[in-house]
């Protein structure tokens, strides 16, 4: 495959995402990281040549362990938003995300093995919607309490609360 679906655009940067929605027992599957306060979605970025949906195929796999399968596509969000990250660190980024449901085999148990681009190791943490924890996207917690058999799209944009 490719590299990764990042772009410098002026003095930020373009990303292209792809984010597995994975349901068990009123529960979503998050990742979180040493380095952060937060939980953020299974998946990342598409490497040029692939497509969506073989990204978060590929996501799932590398984060999870398991091969799953796509039940739908669930949400599009685009975010700006200020990175956190050493190789990020301030600079603005304009990021499209494809957020798929996964169909979750029974027997399903996650074995998380994943680093962050700056060598961080990842874990992965079940979340009820109600639990006080800071997550990315936000709109998980109130849009998977209910899940609707459509395609919602969100904005999300930090740029208006500096």
């Not at 936000?138 to 998977?144: H, N, P, V």
């Amino acid at each position: 495959m490719g590299v990764d679906m990042t772009v410098p655009c002026g003095d930020g940067i373009i990303n292209i995402r792809v984010g597995a929605i994975i349901l068990k027992n009123g529960r979503f599957l998050m990742v979180g990281n040493r380095r952060s306060d937060y939980l953020y979605s299974v998946g990342g970025r598409l490497k040029f040549g692939e497509t969506a949906e073989e990204a978060v195929k590929r996501e799932v796999l590398e984060e999870t362990g398991a091969r799953m399968e796509i039940e739908r596509l669930g949400f599009v969000h685009e975010n700006y938003f200020y990175g956190d990250s050493p190789a990020n660190l301030g600079k603005l980024i304009y990021e499209v995300s494809f957020f798929f449901y996964m169909r979750v085999p029974e027997d399903f148990e996650p074995k998380g093995a994943s680093f962050t681009e700056d060598g961080s190791t990842e874990f992965l943490k079940w979340v009820s919607p109600d639990e006080d924890t800071t997550l990315y996207p936000e709109f998980f917690r109130t849009e998977l309490k209910h899940p609707e058999p459509t395609v919602k799209h969100f904005v999300t944009d930090e740029r208006q609360k500096k």
